[in-house]
């Protein structure tokens, strides 16, 4: 079965950083566009940061401050989260396009709480 | 930066009535970048629609997906209790604000 499982979520003061990663089961990641999602409390979807081949997108309201990557030794898509915000919480999705421009494979979340 | 506008906000059904979702971008892209997914209280998305119009592996043929240029519409042909579930647009890289469909 093909599974996305996500995990590193916490809860983490502001200006703190964590590290979310999604491992890969049942397939192998190769070079197939691997993304992540979130989603504050209550609110809707917000697309966060997608990793191409050889090419990384990120929203406006994280550039810079967060890093998106791959390591295909460990069948993994990390998200690097720095400069950490209140404004950043929310439940973090992994999800991956295998090719029809669309996240066609969804982790179930892992849950990231920015607050002192 | 696109904007995607969703109509209604929440969609109140009876089952086997028919359900018409909107979804309007602020620029015309590709139809090949719009996607529609469900997502139900406490469960991550579910990929109903890509490419405007193809549907996802194993989703039901009431669901189809139709428009292009900057109008888009997710039609459920007849909804059943298990439609229930807040209904999400994404253009690129940009998702809608959602529709919530209620039915009882």
């Known amino acids: 079965e093909v599974q996305l499982l996500e995990s590193g979520g916490g809860l983490v003061q502001p200006g703190g950083s964590l590290r979310l990663s999604c491992e890969a089961s049942g397939f192998t990641l190769g070079n197939d566009d691997m993304g992540w999602v979130r989603q504050a409390p209550g609110k809707g979807l917000e697309w966060v940061s997608t990793l191409s081949t050889g090419t990384t997108y990120y929203a406006d309201s994280v550039k810079d401050r967060f890093t998106i990557s791959r390591d295909n030794s460990k069948n993994t898509v990390s998200l690097q989260m720095n400069s950490l915000r209140v404004e950043d919480t929310g439940v973090y999705f992994c999800?991956?396009?295998?090719?029809?421009?669309?996240?066609?494979?969804w982790g179930q979340g892992t849950r990231v709480t920015v607050s002192s | 930066e696109i904007v995607l506008t969703q109509s209604p906000g929440t969609l109140a059904l009876s089952p086997g009535e028919r359900a018409t979702l909107s979804c309007r971008a602020s620029?015309?892209?590709?139809?090949?970048?719009l996607a529609w997914y469900q997502q139900k209280p406490g469960q991550a998305p579910r990929l109903l629609i890509y490419g405007a119009s193809s549907r996802a592996t194993g989703i039901p043929d009431r669901f189809s997906g139709s428009g292009s240029g900057t109008d888009f519409t997710l039609t459920i042909s007849r909804v059943e209790p298990e439609d229930v579930a807040v209904y999400y647009c994404?253009?690129?890289?940009?998702f809608g604000p959602g529709t919530k469909v209620d039915v009882k």
């Open positions: 999800a991956m396009d295998s090719g029809n421009d669309a996240f066609d494979v």
């Open positions: 994404q253009l690129v890289f940009t």
């Open positions: 620029q015309r892209l590709s139809s090949t970048y």
